[in-house]
């Protein structure tokens, strides 16, 4: 389990995290660094609460388990192929 903000805590797996900060950060809209705006929505996504953390990884593992039970690849299926393809 990963820390992502002290005031959320990650219950998913490393790689899921992983996925996700890389999801976010494809998606960032964030000034410069100096930049004292507020975060981006996709950065506040980070920092939003524990239940919708939560509620995306539920998501996110219904999603896939509905598409192996219908036979449809996953998204992490299907990067793997073409990443073993390439
Ligand atoms: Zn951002």
Redesign the pocket.
């Known amino acids: 389990m990963a820390q992502i903000s002290r005031h959320v805590v990650w219950h998913g797996t490393e790689r899921e995290e992983q996925e996700l900060v890389a999801a ?2 494809q ?4 000034g410069p660094p100096d930049d004292a705006n507020e ?5 506040q996504l980070l920092i939003a609460n524990q239940a919708t953390l939560d509620r995306l990884l539920f998501a996110r593992r219904i999603a896939d388990q509905l598409r192996r039970e219908e036979g449809v690849p996953t998204e992490r299926g299907r990067r793997g192929r073409a990443a073993r393809v390439s």
Not at 39 to 43: D, R, T
């Open positions: 976010v950060e998606h960032c809209g964030c975060p981006c929505s996709a950065h």
